[in-house]
């Protein structure tokens, strides 16, 4: 929530109302308030495009294991596709969620969007009130990241082979392609996740 104000306080000075209507509409973190600072510069439409795709790329990752298949109607599918966050991914992926209902994920998703909106509107309108350096401020989305990281290891239940290979993929990327490390990543921790996927399969089963 304090990210998230701390996004709507400085993305204000590009361009008042706009953060909460890209934030309600774009939904897609980070990229709601670097499109603002594109378009307000006349961007091409190409920048914009490519912006958006190494930023949000992750979502194309999400989508492989995100339960989409139990939310009901076609609506419903297009909704919770829309509104893929960080947050809901790791919500609804858990052991515990494997249980719940497409309605619940759903509404789950539509909270956390009007969270997400609120937050930066509040943001656009009364971050002027907080201070210009407020301790910690800044390390809010870090830290969430952080906590969603620690939760997601907690739920493998001592497998450890995973985080493993997150760590090595991000090493490995920041090596060799320290430009594009986000993509560089996900795309050598997608690789390894399948060569380990197709090395257990094979493995023969003892009775």
Not at 102 to 128: D, N
Not at 195 to 203: V, Y
Request: hydrophobic share 55%; charged share 15%.
């Amino acid at each position: 929530m304090l990210g998230r104000l701390a996004y709507g306080h400085d993305a204000r000075e590009a361009s008042d109302g706009a953060p909460g209507t890209s934030a309600a509409l774009a939904f897609g973190g980070s990229f709601e308030f670097l499109l603002i600072g594109l378009v307000t510069a006349a961007a091409p439409l190409a920048a914009i495009a490519v912006s958006s795709f190494m930023v949000n790329v992750r979502h194309v990752f999400y989508a492989l294991s995100f339960p989409v298949h139990r939310i009901p109607g076609r609506l419903g599918k297009t909704y919770a596709t829309f509104a893929l966050c960080d947050e809901a991914y790791v919500l609804a992926t858990r052991e515990q969620a494997r249980s719940w209902p497409g309605r619940r994920i759903l509404w789950m998703q539509c909270f956390l969007h009007a969270a997400w909106a609120g937050s930066a509107i509040a943001g656009a309108l009364l971050g002027s009130l907080i201070p210009e350096r407020v301790t910690g401020l800044d390390f809010a989305l870090t830290a969430l990241f952080a906590v969603l990281a620690l939760d997601a290891v907690r739920d493998l239940r001592g497998e450890l082979s995973i985080p493993g290979l997150a760590l090595l993929s991000a090493l490995g990327a920041r090596l060799l392609f320290p430009g594009e490390m986000l993509l560089a990543a996900f795309a050598l921790f997608a690789a390894a996740l399948l060569a380990r996927q197709l090395t257990t399969s094979k493995k023969p089963s003892h009775a």
